[in-house]
């Protein structure tokens, strides 16, 4: 799983079509990024005081 923050939807939506159309090696490194061992990110991605990357 891999997420961003953007204060605006256009901007959002844009970088998710940019995304979309890599390969999957390299969509990887974005997702080492938060989770460098590929660890379950559950326990922490719905908690109440869970806080998002600013991009």
Same mark, same amino acid.
């Given at each position: 799983?891999?997420? +961003?923050?953007? %204060? +605006?939807i256009n901007q959002a939506?844009?970088r998710e079509?940019?995304?979309?159309?890599?390969?999957? #090696?390299?969509? #990887?490194?974005?997702? +080492? %990024?938060? #989770?460098?061992?590929? +660890?379950?990110?559950?326990?922490?991605?719905? %908690? *109440? *005081?869970?806080?998002?990357?600013?991009?």
């Amino acid at each position: 799983m891999y997420f +961003e923050h953007f %204060q +605006e939807i256009n901007q959002a939506i844009a970088r998710e079509k940019e995304i979309k159309g890599w390969t999957r #090696n390299k969509k #990887n490194p974005l997702i +080492e %990024q938060l #989770n460098p061992h590929w +660890e379950s990110m559950a326990p922490t991605t719905w %908690q *109440d *005081d869970a806080t998002l990357p600013t991009v």
